[in-house]
């Protein structure tokens, strides 16, 4: 999902749905926005782009107040209906509190299940109502204390950005999963999802929100909190892999850098002989042109992405999955008859992209077809807010490099190596003992326990 949120602009609505523009990448399902007016909160949530739901001004108009939040939804727990739509609303003791969240809770539904218990009436079935019902029942006086009494209790991946009647608060899970950036614009301070959401407002970057640190933003300016003992950070790598925009920069690192040097280590790597690099529009790009300079082989667009069709990964049904593959790409005949083809992706997820792109490419009279993989093989669902299907789904937890290319049907198949990876992230290599990031959907090893999942298993 994408987050965003304002203080202190009087057009706060308006910037808040500039930044969900820029972050639509991250939620195409639905979105919201929550402002305040100085008297009263005002909030419009809809199924669909931002572009579609926030175009009208009869909706903008009523969004009136100096400071905002809003939400792009991509559903990873709770079903895709209205009333899981955020920012959620509630009214608490103190008065109207909205809150927006970036990834997933792994213990909400134990928490809900003990709150419930308590008699907490929940409206949604979304993993983030939990905070507010911490909140609403916490033994303490302030909003803030009331919100780190919640995050105390919550596990999992989270950024979150929230308001009340005068302040918004941004905070990051302790391991710092997902990403959250603080921005300035004039006396405005921003909190959003990634700096491409800054920028498309002209505002200026200030600096990453830190792991386990909650920032408060009011009329005495910025404030900051860091409620839980530090720890070694374990940001998402597939975020610099796939998931974030590539001018964004996160973590101090350019998306598009990092992707362009694993395509270089994956060139070093798994060098093939080939008359052309070719990318899967638009993920692989920026690696398979770090793959062509590294290999000093032509870099050329022989698959062409029409971009009137959304993300297919994100359309929740499998039917409107397949279709939209064959809807998205199509192959540059002219350019691929005879030649030896690298193909260049971010990921192999259940492998029906990857498999359509490469007979596509042997259709177009390609005489050699090589597919690189700027990602390890994703062999485990991520839970911490990734919409990854289950192991099951995932081709590398179903077959070896060897099994997945027969599967794909291309002549080789080379996935980025571990060391590979982190050394395109700037490290030495992967640290085992303590991994400089989560990559748990590669290697199994998930940084936060899974309380609910292992409830799960438990019952089985
Ligand atoms: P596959 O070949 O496994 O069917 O699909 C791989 C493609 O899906 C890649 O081109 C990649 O860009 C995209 N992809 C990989 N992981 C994700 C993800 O978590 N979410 C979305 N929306 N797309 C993904
Ligand atoms: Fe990111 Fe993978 Fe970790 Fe999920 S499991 S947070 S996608 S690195
Ligand atoms: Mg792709």
Wanted: negative net charge; charged residues 25%.
């Amino acid at each position: 999902c994408g987050v965003y949120a304002i203080y202190g602009n009087a057009d706060a609505a308006k910037h808040t749905a500039l930044g969900l523009h820029a972050l639509q990448h991250r939620g195409q399902e639905a979105s919201g926005i929550v402002s305040f007016d100085g008297e009263q909160f005002n909030a419009h949530r809809d199924n669909g782009q931002v572009g579609d739901i926030f175009a009208k001004p009869r909706v903008m108009d009523r969004l009136k107040g100096h400071a905002a939040i809003g939400h792009n939804r991509y559903s990873t727990e709770g079903d895709t209906v209205l009333r899981n739509v955020q920012p959620l609303f509630a009214d608490l003791e103190f008065g109207g509190f909205a809150l927006a969240h970036n990834g997933n809770l792994t213990n909400a539904r134990k928490l809900r299940r003990e709150l419930v218990h308590r008699g907490s009436l929940f409206q949604s079935t979304t993993d983030t109502e939990v905070v507010i019902h911490l909140m609403a029942t916490a033994p303490a006086n302030t909003v803030i204390e009331r919100l780190i009494h919640a995050l105390r209790q919550i596990e999992g991946a989270y950024s979150f950005v929230a308001m009340t009647s005068d302040q918004i608060i941004g905070v990051r899970d302790p391991l710092g999963v997902r990403p959250l950036v603080l921005g300035k614009l004039g006396d405005s301070y921003i909190l959003a999802s990634e700096t491409c959401a800054l920028d498309i407002v002209g505002a200026d970057f200030i600096r990453d929100v830190g792991a386990g640190e909650v920032v408060v933003i009011d009329d005495n300016g910025l404030r900051s909190l860091r409620p839980f003992p530090p720890c070694q950070q374990r940001f998402c790598i597939f975020e610099h892999i796939y998931f974030a925009r590539p001018d964004s920069i996160v973590e101090g690192t350019s998306v598009y850098e990092a992707r362009k040097r694993i395509g270089a280590e994956l060139a070093r790597e798994s060098h093939v002989d080939a008359d052309m690099v070719v990318p899967v529009p638009d993920s692989g790009v920026p690696a398979a042109l770090g793959y062509a300079n590294q290999a000093n082989i032509p870099f050329e667009l022989g698959i062409i992405r029409n971009h009137y069709v959304g993300r297919t990964f994100i359309e929740p049904s499998d039917s409107i999955r397949h279709l939209g593959v064959k809807l998205k790409h199509n192959a540059n005949r002219a350019y691929l008859r005879g030649k030896r083809v690298v193909l260049v992706d971010d990921s192999i997820v259940r492998g029906t992209t990857s498999a359509k792109i490469v007979n596509m490419v042997r259709q177009a009279g390609a005489a050699e077809v090589h597919m690189r993989i700027a990602a390890p093989p994703t062999r485990h669902p991520c839970f911490y807010g990734i919409d990854t299907p289950s192991e099951a789904e995932l081709l590398a937890s179903q077959y070896d490099v060897a099994g997945m290319a027969e599967r794909i049907g291309c002549d080789s198949l080379a996935f980025v190596s571990f060391d590979g990876m982190y050394r395109a992230m700037g490290e030495p290599g992967r640290n085992a003992a303590e991994p400089q990031f989560c990559d748990a959907c590669f290697t199994g090893d998930y940084p936060i326990r899974l309380v609910d999942q292992e409830d799960r298993e438990n019952c089985r």
